[in-house]
C-alpha cells in the first residue's frame, strides 16, 4: 500500500515512520526544502528516544521517502495523511490554513479516488471543511473524480511515541463511506490482526474523541492540582490520597500525578479549542474554564512557595531550576511552566542557573541571555539559596545531595515540583513539595 503524509512535523514524522515500519510504502511530504533536506541526510528535527533509528533503517529498507512535491505522488498513493500545523489563533482558536491549503491542493491534482484523513487535531467540523474545499477545485476543474475524507486522530505522548504509536490503547477512525473503511481496514489490518483495538465511528464522533480524552486528562490533573494545595492547607498528603483514589478501578492510578501545571502542545491548546468550540455552539464549558484557570494558577506555584518560605524577601537570590522541558523525554518547551517560574523569578530580581539533559538549546533560542546555563545539575547549585526542580528527568533522581549541600548558601531549599524527592535523603536541605 502506498500513502503519503503531508507535514512532517511530530505527528506527521512520527506516524510515517511507524506506518513504513508495518511494512507501508510511505512518503512524507513538507513544503520546508531544508527540513526535507536533513531528512534525506538522516537528520531528524525533533528528540524522539528511537525515531531517528527507525527513520534510518525504513530510508534504508526502501520504505520510507521524503519529498516537497505532493503533486508527483498523487497517481500512486491511496491516502493522502494531512498532519500539517494547526497553531492556535489569537482568539485561541486552531488555525486551519494549513489544513485547508492542502486540501485544495488535492482538488487541483488528483487524478482518481482518494482518501483524505485529517490527523492533526482539528475542530469538530473540519473534514466537512476539508471534503467542501476539494469538491470545490475539481468542480473548477470540471471532473468528477471521487474521494473520501475520514478522521484519524492521533494520540501519542512526546517522548513515548513510538510505543504509543506501535501498541495503541486504541485507534480512532472516522468515515462516512464503506469505500473509505475498506481502505482505512487495510492501511490498519497489521494492527487489527495484533488484537489492538481499531474503532470507527461517524466523522464528528472521531473528531471529538480526541478533544474529549485530553481534556478529560488535563481535568484530572487540574483537579489533582486543586485536591493538593487543599491538602497542605487541612495537612493532608497529596501523595497518600492519590495512591488511595487510584486504587478504585473506577478511577484508576494513571494520570493523577499534581504538579507545577500541565504544558506541551496538546492539553493546553486542545482545552482551549473545545471551550472556544463550545462557545460557537452557544454553550458554556463551564468545568473546562475552571480546569485552564487551575492550571493558570498552578504554574506559579513553585514561585509562591519559594516567595513565602524566604518570607517575600527573594530580590538577589541565587536560584538553579532542573529540567526545563515541560515534561521529561523532550526538548519541548511549548507551555513548559519553567517559563512562567523563569519570569516571575525575572521579575522579582533573582538569579537564574538552569540545566536540562536535552533542552538547552530550546531554552537559549526561546530567552536567550537572561539566564545562565550550566553543564550539569551539580553546577547549577553553586551559590544557590533554593532549588526548583520542574521537570522529572530520571538523572535528577538520585544525586550526592551532599555535594549539593556543600556546594549552595546556609540554609538551602529545594522545591519540588513532582514529588519525587524524599525529604529524609536530602541531607538538611529544606524540602517543599506539592501537597
Ligand atoms: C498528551 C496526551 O497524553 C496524548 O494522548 C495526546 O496525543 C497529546 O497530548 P503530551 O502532551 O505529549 O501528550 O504529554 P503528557 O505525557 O500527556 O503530559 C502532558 C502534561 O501533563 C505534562 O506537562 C505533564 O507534566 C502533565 N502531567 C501529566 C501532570 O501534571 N500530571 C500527570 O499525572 C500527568
Redesign the pocket.
Known sequence: MNIAIVGTGYVGLVSGTCFAEMGVNVTCVDVNQEKINSLLRGQIPIYEPGLEFLVERNVKANRLHFTTDLTSILHEVEIVFCAVGTPPDEGGKADLRYVLEVAKTLGQNINKYLVVVTKSTVPVGTAKKVKKTIQEELDKRGVDIGFDVASNP???????AID?FMKPDRVVIGVDTKRAEEVMTRLYKPMMLNNFRVIFMDIPSAEMT?YA??SM??T??SF??DIANLCELVGADVNMVRQGIGTDSRIGS??????????????PK?VKALIQTAEENGYNMRVLNAVEAVNETQKNVLFEKFKKYFGGEVKGKKVAIWGLS??PE?DDMRE??ALVLIDSLLHAGCSITVYDPVAMDECRRRIGGKVLYAKNMYDTVVDADAIFHV?EWKEFRMPSWQVIKRSMKEKPVLIDGRNVFDEKELGGIAYLRIG
Open positions: 492521533e494520540f501519542l505522548k512526546e517522548g513515548n504509543d480526541k480524552a485530553n486528562l488535563a484530572r490533573i489533582m492540582n494513571k494520570f493523577l500525578y499534581p504538579g507545577c501545571g500541565y504544558g506541551g502542545s496538546c492539553f486542545d515541560f515534561k523532550t513548559a511552566p521537570t
